[in-house]
């Protein structure tokens, strides 16, 4: 069965400092993913989507995720973290091969030191 | 842009008893699902709908069920309230089924069965 990865329940980091996330998956060939992220009592918006082509992709508020298909992953970064960046963050992943379903992992928390 | 509309925010049930939760999307979008969100168990999959008239289960449909009579609506029934229903719920829509499509979020739904 298809599923997804996040390692880190929680995650900290000070102002400023770099930031990485970690997403794997066990899909079909053809993984469609995403991030999103939710604050505290909101929906869930989109980060950033891979479908196909350049494997490095931008999303919005700096975030960006790189696909690696030889080792299943697609992990979200930031070089400067903002305070206003503490939410939860979602991995997500769909494919044809499992009926594009999307599907989640369980989140990791992030919290910002000033 | 009102984008995914659900209705209620917040709704406390006793065991036993029946409600619907409403789902409304005005951006003309195909594909509409329903998902519960539980701590540390990201978003799980209840039902899905491809079009009018067409509703599927996902991961965990058991209590709930779903109709699509419109484009526009997919709400989302209880049949028999139980506290291991308690969650927070989510309705999503998105422009296909293809997978390869950014997913639209509702405000969320948090509902306590007691």
């Known amino acids: 069965a298809q599923s997804v990865t996040q390692p880190d329940i929680h995650i900290t980091v000070s102002e400023g400092a770099s930031l990485e996330l970690r997403c794997n998956y066990s899909y079909g060939a053809t993984p469609y993913l995403f991030w999103y992220v939710q604050s505290p009592g909101q929906g869930l918006q989109l980060l950033l989507k891979?479908?196909?082509?350049?494997?490095l992709v931008q999303g919005i508020k700096g975030f960006e995720a790189e696909f690696k298909r030889s080792q299943s992953s697609f992990n979200l970064r930031k070089p400067s973290v903002h305070w206003s960046d503490a939410a939860e963050y979602f991995c997500a992943v769909s494919s044809m091969e499992y009926g594009n379903k999307l599907v989640f992992g369980a989140g990791t928390i992030l919290r910002v030191k000033s | 842009n009102a984008g995914v509309t659900q209705t209620p925010k917040f709704q406390v049930l006793k065991t036993g008893q029946s409600m619907t939760l409403q789902c409304a999307q005005d951006m003309n979008h195909e594909y509409m699902s329903w998902y519960r969100q539980d701590p540390g168990m990201g978003l799980r999959l209840i039902h899905y709908s491809v079009g009018a008239g067409i509703t599927d289960q996902g991961e965990v449909p058991n209590g709930y069920n779903v109709s699509r009579s419109t484009t526009e609506d997919f709400p989302l029934r209880l049949l028999s309230a139980a506290p291991s229903q308690t969650s927070v719920y989510f309705c999503?829509?998105?422009?296909?089924?293809?997978?390869?499509?950014?997913?639209?979020f509702g405000q969320g739904t948090r509902l306590t069965v007691v």
């Open positions: 999503a829509s998105s422009y296909t089924s293809t997978g390869n499509t950014e997913a639209f």
């Open positions: 891979y479908f196909s082509g350049d494997t």
